[in-house]
């Protein structure tokens, strides 16, 4: 008996320690939501690494502001970025930056909702983001 508890042991240790490698590691990648149905879920999809990694830079880089976008009315409400625990709102020229119940306001200068916007049309919700700038 005593053997088979050892080896139960030895198993949860080596399971434990073990991970998917076919996962990029938690923290890489950035979870987009196309902010725009009510009453039903609204479409997600995960960047890249390197896509992720951008629109980090560009957050990072970007000039702040002292006043929010205007409040969006019903169907197009932006993109909403998940990172960790930072959630990021993209929407009217505005990225909402919410950190640990704190929340900074930069300007999107550097075009990440209207390239979300072009992912979004890529992935078939071009007739959601029509009115998204196609860039500068």
């Known amino acids: 008996m005593r053997l088979l508890w050892v080896g139960v042991c030895a198993l949860t240790v080596i399971g434990c320690g073990h991970e998917d490698s076919t996962k990029a590691p ?45 409040e969006p009315g019903l169907g197009y409400r932006g993109f909403v970025l998940r990172h960790g625990d930072v959630v990021y709102r993209v929407h009217a020229g505005i990225v909402e930056e919410q950190r640990a119940g704190r929340v900074r306001l930069i300007r999107d200068d550097s075009g990440i909702e209207a390239e979300l916007a072009e992912d979004a049309r890529r992935r078939g919700y071009d007739a959601i983001v029509k009115g998204v700038s196609r860039g500068k």
């Open 26 to 70: 938690a923290g890489n990648t950035m979870k987009v939501e196309l902010d725009a149905f009510s009453g039903r879920p609204n479409p997600s999809w995960e960047l890249s690494e390197a896509e992720s990694r951008s629109i980090l830079q560009r957050i990072e880089t970007a000039a702040p502001v002292s006043s929010p976008a205007s």
